[in-house]
């Protein structure tokens, strides 16, 4: 079979464009999973309770197939079968910064078997930035695991004149405005990072949000922007194949194929640590008993060691906290991140 057989359905997108983006994230999770071998036989089913759950889990990315929202799902619902002994189904809903996937959760049915994996943009930012999100996190969802946490990287093309961080600042302090950098949309976290960055540089440069990473990072790789802000499970592949080159991470330390990047901190930026998130949300309403069950059942996927790796391999640290610590990361982002937003949000 080829890889492009073997794609889920929701990666096979329509244009030239959007298929390199697709691909190119995908190669990651693909290669690391071709070197695992074929799964386990089964790993042991976690026992139903309430008969739950009787049919297929259907987890909704509100980005679009490509990036690191994508890639982090699929590395969980890949393996979350032979825990649950139900097919887990991805489904990519993007738009207005991820909020139309996030409304289509808080909509949904609360029983369980509709899911938000979500990352902390959508969540601790967008109710901020937006006049109308269409979704209160912490009233409209209930938290069931975080999956992971990662920092986010500063990259360019490989071929990129910008050689290291210090000669982006001085660029952009030379020629103000000139130079673009890119963020998943407005509001992201990396918007934001590009925000705050600039502040404390002194720099200026031109915003361009896209409509997910992966469109982002095609137009990155094609010259159209000049300099990218992101997650680093949404680049981890192309830095490891040298399409792109970091030039620093917003992390405490340094981490894993980051290994090498310095990060801001270290470069003397002491207000540029931020820090993203992927985490499942179900809707508010969803019984104890069955975010109990998602919740064991979802840490243990992230428990096996091929997930594991899948995840660390793109620069992340894998969490799986209980519903109630989440819960009280989320209150926590939501406060830090308000008094950054507030200026951004139109009006």
């Given at each position: 079979?080829?890889?492009?057989?073997?794609?889920?359905?929701?990666?096979?997108?329509?244009?030239?464009?959007?298929r390199?983006?697709?691909?190119?994230?995908?190669?990651?999770?693909?290669?690391?999973?071709?070197?695992?071998?074929?799964?386990?036989?089964?790993?042991?089913?976690?026992?139903?309770?309430?008969?739950?759950?009787?049919?297929?889990?259907?987890?909704?990315?509100?980005?679009?197939?490509?990036?690191?929202?994508?890639?982090?799902?699929?590395?969980?619902?890949?393996?979350?079968?032979?825990?649950?002994?139900?097919?887990?189904?991805?489904?990519?809903?993007?738009?207005?910064?991820?909020?139309?996937?996030?409304?289509?959760?808080?909509?949904?049915?609360?029983?369980?078997?509709?899911?938000?994996?979500?990352?902390?943009?959508?969540?601790?930012?967008?109710?901020?930035?937006?006049?109308?999100?269409?979704?209160?996190?912490?009233?409209?969802?209930?938290?069931?695991?975080?999956?992971?946490?990662?920092?986010?990287?500063?990259?360019?093309?490989?071929?990129?004149?910008?050689?290291?961080?210090?000669?982006?600042?001085?660029?952009?302090?030379?020629?103000?405005?000139?130079?673009?950098?890119?963020?998943?949309?407005?509001?992201?976290?990396?918007h934001?990072?590009?925000?705050?960055?600039?502040?404390?540089?002194?720099?200026?440069?031109?915003?361009?949000?896209?409509?997910?990473?992966?469109?982002?990072?095609?137009?990155?790789?094609?010259?159209?922007?000049?300099?990218?802000?992101?997650?680093?499970?949404?680049?981890?592949?192309?830095?490891?194949?040298?399409?792109?080159?970091?030039?620093?991470?917003?992390?405490?330390?340094?981490?894993?194929?980051?290994?090498?990047?310095?990060?801001?901190?270290?470069?003397?930026?002491?207000?540029?640590?931020?820090?993203d998130?992927?985490?499942?949300?179900?809707?508010?309403?969803?019984s104890?008993?069955r975010?109990?069950?998602?919740?064991?059942?979802?840490?243990?996927?992230?428990?096996?060691?091929?997930?594991?790796?899948?995840?660390?391999?793109?620069?992340?640290?894998?969490?799986?906290n209980?519903?109630?610590?989440?819960?009280?990361?989320?209150?926590?982002d939501?406060?830090?991140?308000?008094?950054?937003?507030?200026?951004?949000?139109?009006?």
């Amino acid at each position: 079979m080829t890889l492009a057989a073997a794609l889920p359905r929701s990666l096979c997108v329509s244009t030239p464009r959007r298929r390199l983006a697709a691909f190119a994230a995908f190669a990651t999770f693909a290669g690391a999973l071709a070197m695992t071998g074929a799964p386990p036989a089964a790993a042991q089913a976690l026992a139903a309770r309430d008969g739950f759950p009787a049919q297929p889990i259907r987890f909704i990315s509100p980005f679009p197939a490509g990036g690191g929202n994508d890639a982090t799902t699929r590395f969980v619902t890949t393996r979350l079968p032979e825990v649950t002994g139900q097919p887990a189904l991805v489904e990519n809903r993007g738009g207005a910064g991820g909020n139309i996937g996030a409304k289509a959760v808080a909509d949904a049915r609360a029983d369980g078997y509709t899911l938000l994996t979500a990352q902390v943009s959508l969540m601790a930012v967008n109710p901020t930035l937006y006049a109308s999100a269409g979704f209160d996190p912490l009233k409209n969802f209930v938290p069931v695991t975080q999956i992971n946490a990662a920092p986010l990287a500063i990259v360019v093309p490989a071929d990129s004149p910008l050689k290291d961080f210090d000669e982006l600042v001085r660029r952009s302090k030379a020629q103000p405005g000139r130079l673009t950098y890119a963020s998943p949309g407005n509001g992201t976290l990396s918007h934001l990072v590009g925000v705050v960055l600039q502040k404390e540089a002194g720099a200026q440069m031109t915003h361009v949000p896209y409509k997910g990473a992966a469109p982002a990072i095609t137009d990155l790789m094609g010259h159209q922007v000049d300099v990218l802000v992101t997650s680093t499970a949404s680049v981890a592949g192309m830095i490891q194949n040298g399409k792109l080159r970091a030039l620093a991470v917003t992390s405490p330390r340094r981490v894993g194929v980051f290994a090498k990047v310095p990060t801001l901190e270290e470069l003397g930026y002491k207000n540029a640590r931020f820090e993203d998130w992927y985490g499942v949300f179900a809707p508010a309403g969803t019984s104890r008993e069955r975010v109990a069950y998602l919740h064991e059942a979802i840490v243990r996927t992230l428990r096996m060691p091929e997930v594991a790796r899948l995840i660390t391999d793109g620069g992340s640290e894998v969490v799986g906290n209980s519903p109630e610590a989440f819960a009280a990361q989320l209150r926590q982002d939501i406060d830090r991140r308000s008094s950054v937003v507030k200026p951004l949000a139109p009006g």
